[in-house]
């Protein structure tokens, strides 16, 4: 089955700094990949997925891009702001939103 | 339109007690799903259900039963809870296969097996 590792588990950054949080995956069939955003004691929400047939996806201060040679995919976070400061999660799937495997989440802190 | 609405929020179970955690969508969602989150773990798939009378095995399926009678329904039944059972469990839901459509996702319930 799929098998996603998240790195790195924890990520401070000063406040305007980027942010980048990488993924690998293992499942060549997998064409859906999700990114979660969790803040402290609320459910995960959707920030920006991509699709395996598109390279790069942006909007706004996030971006994410898939290299599906290398089976891998990244989250990018410009000019980080306070309210950044959460878990982000990656996911992939070869079913669409359906059997999501996620990995294993990334603390991240933005320092003002 | 109230979304995916979990209950309940919080529940304390002794080991051997068996409980359902409640689940519905209101979003005519053909696709639902529960997932536990344990610490440095993320999400895991428990059970899912690609329609009404349809379930399927996720990740992590012992221990837990689910049924899903109606499109809007999908509870999550412990049998005989076990301390490994400790968690935070999420359902989420989402249209069907073909547009890959986001999963939404209920507000969780924190459940403590004593």
């Known amino acids: 089955g799929e098998n996603v590792e998240q790195h790195p588990s924890t990520l401070s950054v000063q406040e305007g700094d980027s942010a980048v949080i990488k993924c690998t995956y293992s499942d060549s069939a997998s064409n859906y990949f999700p990114w979660y955003k969790q803040e402290l004691g609320k459910r995960p929400q959707l920030i920006i997925d991509?699709?395996?047939?598109?390279g790069e996806k942006k909007d706004q201060r996030i971006a994410v891009t898939l290299n599906k040679t290398a089976k891998h995919f990244s989250l990018h976070i410009t000019e980080t702001q306070p309210e950044d400061s959460a878990v982000y999660f990656c996911a992939a799937s070869s079913q669409g939103a359906q059997k999501l495997v996620f990995g294993q989440g990334t603390r991240l802190t933005i320092n003002p | 339109n109230a979304g995916v609405t979990q209950t309940p929020k919080f529940q304390v179970l002794k080991t051997g007690q068996s409980m359902t955690l409640q689940c519905a969508q209101d979003?005519?969602?053909?696709?639902m799903s529960w997932y536990r989150q344990d610490p440095g773990m993320g999400l895991r798939l428990i059970h899912y259900s690609v329609g009404a009378g349809i379930t399927d095995q996720g990740e992590v399926p012992n221990g837990y039963n689910v049924s899903r009678s109606t499109t809007e329904d999908f509870p999550l039944r412990l049998l005989s809870a076990a301390p490994s059972q400790t968690s935070v469990y999420f359902c989420a839901s989402s249209y069907s296969q073909g547009n890959n459509q986001p999963q939404h996702f209920g507000d969780g319930t924190r459940l403590s097996i004593l």
């Open positions: 979003m005519n969602h053909e696709y």
């Open positions: 991509i699709r395996s047939n598109v």
